[in-house]
């Protein structure tokens, strides 16, 4: 593993001696729902070390798996308290007094539960314990403590105070903190890469990190949940039964009226069907429920299902993806990998119910690669210990979104060279990390945010 670059600490120093730790004015909290808090568990999001609500240290040594019947959320999972390694399941709950209230305390199932997570604390102390009357230890975790949790986008903004000081200064001494903040977000991004390979180890790590990439951003949740509920072994295992089952987990083949599909469609849908119903009974407690789908507000080639075969033709290549990965230049060979990339069905379709498209389609596009090598391919490379950052520095910035444009809109206001600090991912990366360390944790409306004043000590 590299050990962080200068500048990346210089930022890391100038974060941390600027940091306002009050309230942040734009972040609009929400309530997670209790699978995207479940996926942020069982990703690791949360830590692996906590103390317990009577005082012991507790280690997770391992996750555990996905259940799939009734019971606890978490089967197989071990952890070591105080010393002493234990095994059974985890239930994570959104209260503690869902043990009581959800019947776990008199379920047979949770009869081996090992640890009760869980957000909220009541008014009242509930002790969790099994039908047998043993004591279940209690681990409350804090939504706080996830880096950059459940942030929204915010509206475009007016320029901020920085806006003035930054359009004086030399554009060198601005690409040069863009930059450190950028191998500051690279190494962040890294670090979580490697804790979910811990988790989980390195294939599932970049199974599930790829997948949440091509939920784009409206369907990263389901798509993360699926990863974790079919596991890449599991679906190699699986061999050609893959792709049905990733279809069925994500209840895309609820309906088997064939009446529905374009005639060209229904062969395909007819296989998958046919596949998923010799395993819908053994799967069914993982199929995802319809409302976690944002099926709309998305280009054609966004769609959820198109994404889901782009999944299930990278379970298929899977062998070739880790040949690309240990090449001599492995982003070279991984770029070229996913463009060559081709599926059957969707190589020529957008739906599972829409016509033939009138021209081949990617499977995935040229604007989605270039994400997940920002957000996957190059944060793994540095949890290798790969020094890439000069070809990191190279990739050319393909997508804008909203919390781009707003952090630009409020650093850099009219600055006519704006153009030229959002040209790169590594520029983009950069700004996002400012955004999000400065303004989005000010209370004061620029009043009394420190990144002005502390930009204007940098030195290129």
Known sequence: MLAPSPSTARYQEFRERSRVKERALFATPRNPNELELQARWFAGDFGRRFRS?????????????????AGPDFQGAAINVDGEVKRGSIEFDLTDRSWESHGHAINPAFEDAVLHVFVNASEHTFFTRTRANRNVLQV?????????????????????????????????????VLDAASRFRLDRKAARFRALADNHGADEAIFQELATALGYKQNKLPFTLIAQRLPLATLRKEGDRAEALLFGVAGFLEAPDLAVYAKETRAYVRDLWDQWWARRDDLQRLVLPPKLWRLGGARPLNHPQRRLGALATLVREWN???AALAAAEPATALRRFLLRLEHPFWSHHYTLTSAMAPNKLAVIGDTRIAEIMANVVFPWLRASGADTWPDYQKLPARLTNRRLETAVTRLFGDDPRQRTFVRTVVNQQGLLQIYEDFCL???SDCAHCPFPEQMQKWTA
């Open 53 to 69: 609500a009577d005082g012991k240290a507790i280690e997770i040594v391992q996750f555990g798996t996905w259940n799939r019947e």
């Open 140 to 176: 409350r975790v804090d939504l706080s403590s996830l880096a950059d949790a459940f942030a929204s986008n915010v509206p475009l903004a007016r320029p901020g105070r920085c806006h003035a000081p930054l359009k004086d200064l030399p554009e060198e001494r601005v690409l040069s």
């Open 320 to 322: 070739a993806l880790q």
């Open 441 to 443: 944790q000010d209370n």
